[in-house]
């Protein structure tokens, strides 16, 4: 792209500290670096597409702190640190009104994780963002989505449903005047992923994912990972008050947060040899976890139209019905 490299000099070049694991950054044809001892290397990759996964009118600055995201939560579901980040960036042509709230907010976002921008590539065409993110975890330590065993408790992280309900307001206008409309939307553009918490679950959890698909298809990766099936009782969901006042009612609300997308949370898996020390560690931890249901055998639910989930209310298993007009709301969302 013509003043290609105006721009890596203006806006990607010199903006961070130097980290010490960094030998050569930005400038040359490949960036130097090395991996602490003991550890292994955590890589990941994740791309934004104009009209795809953000609106034309989407604010640059909503768009760097959430494609970013997304790609630190990849990190946080294995237990990572992050450490470097590589970015490819494709525009028709160079918007500096919109690459500078974007880096701006980019950085602002890499700086509060320590992740240092070490390269990538700035070319013309449709806007697109490619994000590669690679971090360090304990040799042999990371938290996979197939570690979850037959009696393991199901947990999740915060409160699920607020992104995909911004997500609405988003879409449609009208229902801005709905309770925490703004909020919700807000929640949408700038959910936050568990980095810290999902460290501290090193050693502790059988299993994890980041919830980015919505927790139904999220918890059947771990599921089918795994080789196991699971029990989810929905009236355990946790939702936000906020998301409940939206909706005028929880049913709603948790039907919601079955599939609601790009939250950020984590659904993990705890055996129960180690249920005492997660315990102990919630009781220390600012970040809420609930108890949703737990792993059973594949053999365990008779009923396999209910494929690998069987869901329950008040202990009892729905209706085919209900379960019906899930998977509706399932289809309709993906
Ligand atoms: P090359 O032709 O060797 O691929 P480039 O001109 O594409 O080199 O890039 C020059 C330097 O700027 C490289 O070190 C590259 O990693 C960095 N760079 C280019 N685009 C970006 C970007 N979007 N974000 C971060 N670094 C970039
Ligand atoms: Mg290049």
Redesign the pocket.
């Known amino acids: 792209m013509s003043g290609?490299?105006n721009l890596?000099d203006k806006y990607?070049a010199a903006r961070q500290s130097n980290r010490d694991d960094v030998q050569l950054s930005?400038?040359?044809?490949c960036?130097l670096l090395t991996v602490p001892q003991g550890y292994q290397l955590a890589v990941s990759t994740d791309t934004v597409v104009l009209g795809t996964h953000f609106l034309s009118d989407a604010d640059p600055a909503d768009v760097a702190y959430k494609a970013l995201m997304s790609n630190i939560s990849d990190l946080a579901a294995m237990g990572a640190t992050p450490a470097w980040l590589?970015?490819?960036?494709s525009m028709p042509e160079p918007n500096e009104d919109w690459l500078a709230p974007f880096c701006d907010s980019l950085f602002a976002l890499a700086d509060e994780h320590n992740l240092q921008?070490i390269?990538?590539?700035?070319t013309k065409g449709p806007l697109t963002i490619s994000f590669t993110i690679q971090g360090f975890v304990p040799q042999g330590k990371a938290l996979m989505r197939s570690g979850a065993q037959v009696g393991d408790w199901i947990y999740v992280s915060g409160a699920l449903g607020d992104s995909h309900a911004g997500l609405e307001v988003i879409l449609d206008k009208s229902k801005a005047e709905k309770p925490f409309a703004k909020h919700l939307v807000r929640q949408h553009f700038r959910a936050q992923s568990r980095i810290d918490f999902a460290q501290s679950l090193l050693g502790i959890a059988s299993s994890c994912i980041d919830i980015s698909d919505g927790l139904i298809s999220d918890i059947k990766h771990i599921l089918k990972a795994s080789r196991v099936n699971a029990k989810v009782h929905i009236d355990k969901l946790p939702v936000s008050d906020e998301l409940i006042a939206f909706y005028g009612n929880s049913t709603q609300a948790r039907n919601t947060a079955l599939m609601s997308g790009e939250e950020y949370e984590l659904c993990f898996t705890i055996p129960q040899k180690h249920k005492a020390m997660f315990d102990e560690l919630m009781a220390g931890s600012d970040t809420k976890a609930h108890c949703i249901g737990q792993i059973v055998s594949r053999d365990d639910i008779e009923d396999t139209s209910a494929s690998f989930i069987q869901f329950l209310r008040n202990d009892t298993p729905i209706s085919n019905e209900e379960k019906a007009s899930i998977q509706q709301g399932f289809d309709h969302f993906n």
């Open positions: 290609e490299f890596i990607f930005l400038g040359d044809d960036a590589s970015m490819a960036i921008l390269g990538g590539d700035t």
